[in-house]
């Protein structure tokens, strides 16, 4: 087994601590992982990507240039990603604010409305955590009990007392896979 | 703490591993893209747990001025910047150098050159093999390219400083720096005592006990028949690492007929590279240097005899290539593939480049 996934969007959505709890969940499962940011000033405010590689032996590369996996969740990510998913790969995006639909017919497209659920959810940060639901409904790469425990490792102790809500989150992002 | 498995990213490898081999004093300033190693440190505050040292200085010339003064005294002593970092450290590298004191600087290369951008590089090749400052001398330079990689060669570059009492580097490249990956740390080693030190580092400028010479740290020598000498010491020093501490690792060379050498992030890219043109049928395979000084000249030039071409890849416009076309002696065709100013190339495009190679030759 062997997953090559990029996660892009803006910064300050999530997408690079939600590429480490999946990287962390990863690792709770014994997998060998790779998590390679773009990194610099887009961590505050512009585009933010990550490239995580989840596989059952050695990782080669931790930079790409094609994925089987791209969760894309603002307009200049998927206009930069969409050609780079392999045929036959997963794109998932976010409806919200996006003006340009997916054009590719040869992978399969997943959209899910994670931004909307949150403005029914008690707190909008755990917004990649839906995302990240979503992503596992689609490709169940790693079980929730490993992403749990990814993200005790992940979150310090002080902050424990979100898990429940992660996880809530987490679940939510799962049911709207489930419900299409 | 006993070895432990987590998942960080190679700056926070280097700091985690040097707390944990039982260093005495970091000295540094930010610059991305190396900067967790000092906010790392910051928050393990080891100065309550070993008692190492961690101090912000003012700039790169005060850290390295710093190291200088504490290896003088026999202890542990790093820094890290990057590469701007490290053209100002260079004065200080030549002194610690010529003083054959025991070192690690740790160098996450961006691009350059001036001030540059934050993306990741080699183009300080040439600079770390070729020692930077002035005067004839090297340090041993080592290339990790894995995070595990980062964490180990801590260990292995304070091993070999004062085995050799020479500075030595840990040449990483913004990839390495920020990447995380899984890694398994050493388990906690105390720092060394006093005594310890005193017997291990008799040279060491320890404080002089009753009965023996004074241990003088200087190098300035106006006698230029005695500074020849040292630089005649200084010579012998790096040909006994040059016959001992050559390391490499090689990837699919037995059937090759074409060979990619890379060193850090880029020999990984490479790999991905190698497993595609395999499946186009090109029989290509890899060597790795992991000291890049001293370069691993014999894999290469054994290599030179059988294979049809080598192709250099790098994150600069050409500098490993020098040591691969020394090393094969013009037996084959040697190129180079790179991409600049912190670019990095995808490993479709290495095999691009490798197939125009192939065709060329």
Redesign the interface.
């Known amino acids: 087994m062997k997953e090559e996934i990029i996660i892009a969007g803006f910064g300050g959505q999530g997408v690079l601590s939600m590429g480490?709890i999946l990287?962390?969940a990863g690792?709770m499962d014994n997998l060998?992982?790779?998590?390679?940011?773009s990194?610099?000033p887009e961590q505050r405010g512009g585009t933010a990507n990550v490239t995580v590689v989840l596989s059952d032996g050695p990782?080669?590369?931790?930079?790409?240039?094609?994925y089987d996996t791209a969760v894309i969740l603002n307009q200049q990510s998927l206009d930069k990603f969409e050609s780079k998913v392999k045929p036959g790969g997963t794109l998932i995006y976010d409806p919200y604010g996006i003006h340009r639909e997916p054009q590719r017919t040869d992978i399969h497209v997943v959209r899910v409305e994670a931004m909307e659920a949150t403005f029914d959810m008690k707190s909008s940060k755990t917004y990649n955590m839906i995302v990240l639901g979503a992503l596992l409904a689609v490709r169940p790469l790693v079980p929730l009990e490993s992403v749990m425990a990814g993200l005790k490792?992940v979150l310090p102790e002080r902050h424990h007392h979100l898990l429940p809500d992660n996880r809530e989150a987490i679940v939510r992002g799962m049911e709207l896979i489930a419900k299409e | 703490m006993d070895e432990e498995v987590r998942l960080m990213k190679g700056n926070e490898a280097i700091a985690h591993a040097a707390v944990r081999y039982g260093v005495d004093g970091y000295f540094g300033y930010p610059i991305t893209p190396q900067s967790e190693v000092l906010e790392t440190l910051e928050a393990l505050m080891p100065w309550e747990t070993t008692g190492m040292v961690v101090l912000q200085a003012e700039s790169e010339v005060a850290s390295i001025n710093m190291v200088y003064g504490g290896a003088a005294t026999g202890k542990a002593v790093m820094t890290s910047s990057s590469s701007p970092g490290i053209s100002l450290m260079q004065e200080g590298l030549s002194y610690i150098a010529a003083g054959e004191l025991p070192a690690l600087v740790v160098n996450v290369m961006r691009g350059g050159p001036g001030l540059g951008t934050i993306h990741p590089s080699q183009a300080d090749y040439h600079q770390a093999t070729r020692g930077g400052g002035h005067g004839d001398y090297h340090f041993i330079v080592l290339a990790p390219s894995t995070v595990q990689e980062m964490a180990d060669f801590v260990g292995l570059g304070f091993d070999l400083a004062f085995k050799y009492r020479t500075p030595a580097m840990i040449l990483a490249d913004g990839i390495v720096g920020q990447m995380m990956e899984k890694v398994v740390l050493p388990p906690q080693r105390p720092r060394r005592t006093e005594r310890e030190i005193a017997e291990q580092c008799p040279w060491a400028v320890t404080g002089r006990p009753a009965g023996r010479r004074p241990n003088v740290m200087t190098t300035l020598e106006l006698d230029s028949y005695k500074m020849e000498e040292n630089n005649l010491r200084y010579q012998a020093t790096y040909e006994r690492i040059r016959r001992n501490e050559v390391r490499y690792e090689e990837y699919l060379t037995d059937d090759a007929d074409y060979i990619f050498v890379a060193f850090g992030s880029m020999a990984r890219i490479c790999t991905k590279a190698i497993d595609d043109a395999r499946s186009m049928g090109i029989r290509v395979g890899l060597v790795r240097p992991i000291t890049l000084w001293p370069f691993p000249e014999k894999p290469l030039a054994e290599l030179s005899k059988r294979v049809k071409g080598m192709l250099v890849v790098e994150l600069n416009a050409g500098q490993m290539i020098d040591d691969v076309r020394i090393a094969t002696s013009g037996r084959v065709p040697v190129e180079h593939f790179g991409r600049l100013g912190g670019i990095v190339p995808s490993p479709a495009e290495v095999t691009d480049a490798l197939k125009k190679f192939i065709s060329r030759i």
């Open positions: 480490k990287a962390y690792l060998e992982v790779t998590w390679m940011p990194y610099g990782i080669s590369s931790p930079v790409l240039d094609s490792k």
